[in-house]
C-alpha cells in the first residue's frame, strides 16, 4: 500500500525549533515530488513546497522561503519540514502529499495523516 | 502568483441535487487544474485530476470540465457523505496555489 506516515503533535514553545517528518512507503520514494501544506485552524490549504528525494531539487512559496526549511533524507524514505524559530502564527495543522505521475506538474494523489504544530507560551 | 478564486463559498444543499463549484484562475493554467474533498478532521482526498480525468475509487458522480481560466466540480445526486469543503489547486506554475474552498452542507 502506498501511503505517507507523518511524525506525531508537537506543543511547543517561541523561538524552539522543531523538525517533523513524513515517510514514504510502498512505492519509489525518490521518484515522486512531496509537498507540504499548510492549514491554519478552521482555514484553507495553504501550499509551502515540494521536494524531490532523488537529487533534494527544492521549490519554496514566496510566502514561507526563508520561513522553513524542506528537506529529504533518500536512504530512509522520510521527508522533514523543520523551523528554526517558531512563532505563534506558526500553529497549524501540516501535511506532506506525493505528486502523483512522477512529475512536477502533476497532483496530490496521496497525503499524510497530518502533523498538528502548536506553539504556545 | 496565479490566484485561484472559488464560488460559492458556501452552499447548503437537499440529497440528490446537483452540486456545482466553480474555480476562476487569474490566468491561463490549461488543464492543470485538480480539485480535493476534505471532510472534517481528515486530510484532503484527490477527486479529478487534470480538470477532467477520474480518478480510481471515487464515486462516478464527481466530475470535472473546463481549460485555461475556468473550471467547474459537478457532484451529481449529492449524498449525506458528501458534506465536505472542496479545493481546486493549479499545478501549472510556481507557486502552485490553492482555491480558499468551498463548504458544502446538507440540508
Known amino acids: 500500500e502506498v501511503q505517507l506516515v507523518q511524525s506525531g503533535a508537537e506543543v511547543k514553545k517561541p523561538g524552539e525549533s522543531l523538525k517533523i517528518s513524513c515517510k514514504g512507503s510502498?512505492?519509489?520514494?525518490?521518484?515522486?515530488?512531496i509537498g507540504w501544506v499548510r492549514q491554519m485552524p478552521g482555514k484553507g490549504l495553504e501550499w509551502m513546497g515540494i521536494?524531490?528525494?532523488?537529487?533534494?531539487?527544492?521549490r519554496y512559496s514566496p510566502s514561507f522561503q526563508g520561513q522553513v526549511t524542506i528537506s529529504a533524507d533518500k536512504s530512509i524514505s522520510t521527508a522533514y519540514l523543520q523551523w528554526s524559530s517558531l512563532k505563534a502564527s506558526d500553529t497549524a495543522m501540516y501535511y506532506c502529499?506525493?505528486?502523483?505521475?512522477?512529475?512536477?506538474?502533476?497532483?496530490?494523489?496521496?497525503w499524510g495523516q497530518g502533523t498538528m504544530v502548536t506553539v504556545s507560551s | 502568483e496565479i490566484v485561484l478564486t472559488q464560488s460559492p463559498d458556501f452552499q447548503s444543499v437537499t440529497p440528490k441535487e446537483k452540486v456545482t463549484i466553480t474555480c476562476r484562475a487569474s490566468?491561463?493554467?490549461?488543464?492543470?487544474l485538480h480539485w480535493y474533498q476534505q471532510k472534517p478532521d481528515q486530510s484532503p482526498k484527490l477527486l479529478i485530476k487534470y480538470a477532467s480525468q477520474s480518478i480510481s475509487g471515487v464515486p462516478s458522480r464527481f466530475s470535472g470540465s473546463g481549460s485555461g481560466t475556468d473550471f467547474t466540480l459537478t457532484i451529481n445526486s449529492l449524498e449525506a457523505e458528501d458534506a465536505a469543503t472542496y479545493y481546486c489547486?493549479?499545478?501549472?506554475?510556481?507557486?502552485?496555489?490553492f482555491g480558499q474552498g468551498t463548504k458544502v452542507e446538507i440540508k
Open positions: 490566468q491561463s493554467i490549461g488543464s492543470s
Open positions: 502529499a506525493r505528486l502523483g505521475d512522477g512529475y512536477i506538474g502533476g497532483a496530490f494523489d496521496i
Open positions: 489547486h493549479q499545478s501549472s506554475s510556481l507557486p502552485r496555489t
Open positions: 510502498g512505492y519509489s520514494f525518490t521518484s515522486y515530488w
Open positions: 521536494i524531490y528525494p532523488g537529487d533534494s531539487d527544492t
